[in-house]
């Protein structure tokens, strides 16, 4: 494994600012259960990066150190799943989800233990190495790698069609953001298991690093949790009288349809626009 200074520096950077971002939104009584998955998926990176870091300045002899670092940062595929678990939080309700749907957490949760325990029964390395061109997977990466994708793919197919049967301009643009944050790390990580590319195993977390990117644009610029979902929206529109739900710093964050004719238009009043 080979992580420049630069990639380190990155690392350190995203570590720093995104662990004090957590313990500060942390203290925010307002949220959510879909706030907390982000967080979720933000501390996990951060993890993943630390492992890195470790990794860079340990001695290459010192297998079982690097061991115990490796299998820490498999931790790293709860991501795809939290970040399909955030997708359905947002188009189910907003606010929870079933408990049946952390079921979902089960296969990433196995694949921790197995990488844990490879030593035990080599399901996952074959021959251990942190060097892309030098290690052999067993058969369980496939089963953990085809997971990881198919929640990926699943995450962005659920958000873009939930977007194309809304009529809000405002949730095309969070779909686009977090569809494009899904879809780059679902990219790099399809090159880097298919060996097209000699990007080693730091592509895939400097990828999630602009996933975290575009989603926080998506959650604090564009408010991505704040608009309502599209049942909602279609009991907004068929009242009559004109509706409209202001934050208490004077956002809006919903408008229905006969507010837009009746004012919205004349008064460039809209979603994500302060009154």
């Known amino acids: 494994i080979m992580v420049s200074d630069a990639v380190a520096l990155i690392f350190a950077f995203y570590i720093i600012f995104v662990t004090g971002f957590i313990i500060k939104s942390l203290k925010d009584k307002k949220n959510e259960t879909i706030h907390k998955l982000y967080y979720a998926m933000s501390l996990i990176l951060v993890i993943w ?3 890195l870091i470790l990794i860079k300045f340990t001695d290459p002899a010192n ?3 690097l061991r115990i670092f490796d299998a820490i940062m498999y931790l790293g595929p709860f991501t795809p799943v939290i970040a399909l678990l955030i997708v359905l939080v947002f188009v189910n309700s907003g606010h929870k989800l079933p408990k049946r749907y952390y ?4 296969v990433p949760a196995i694949s921790f233990l197995v990488v844990c325990t490879d030593p035990l029964h080599h399901l996952y390395y074959q021959k251990f190495s942190l060097d892309i061109n030098e290690v052999q997977f067993g058969p369980y990466l496939y089963i ?3 997971y990881s994708v198919v929640c990926m793919v699943v995450s962005i197919i659920i958000m873009i069609r939930f977007a194309f049967h809304n009529r809000s301009r405002l949730c095309l643009k969070q779909a686009l953001l977090f569809s494009v944050g899904n879809a780059i790390p679902l990219t790099v990580n ?3 298991s298919l060996r097209n590319v000699n990007w080693g195993v730091v592509a895939t977390p400097l990828s999630f690093i602009v996933t975290i990117i575009l989603h926080g644009y ?5 408010h991505f949790f704040d608009i309502r979902p599209i049942a909602m929206q279609r009991v907004l529109d068929w009242i009559s009288d004109g509706y409209l739900d202001v934050s208490e710093n004077g956002l809006v964050i919903n408008c229905n ?3 837009r004719e009746m004012f919205g238009k004349q008064f460039g009043i809209s979603e994500n626009v302060y009154l």
């Open 257 to 259: 349809l006969p507010f």
């Open 49 to 51: 990066d630390l492992m």
């Open 144 to 146: 953990s790698s085809i």
């Open 218 to 222: 998506a959650i604090y610029k564009l």
């Open 63 to 65: 297998i079982t150190l």
């Open 190 to 192: 399809v090159i880097v």
């Open 103 to 106: 079921c979902l957490l089960i």
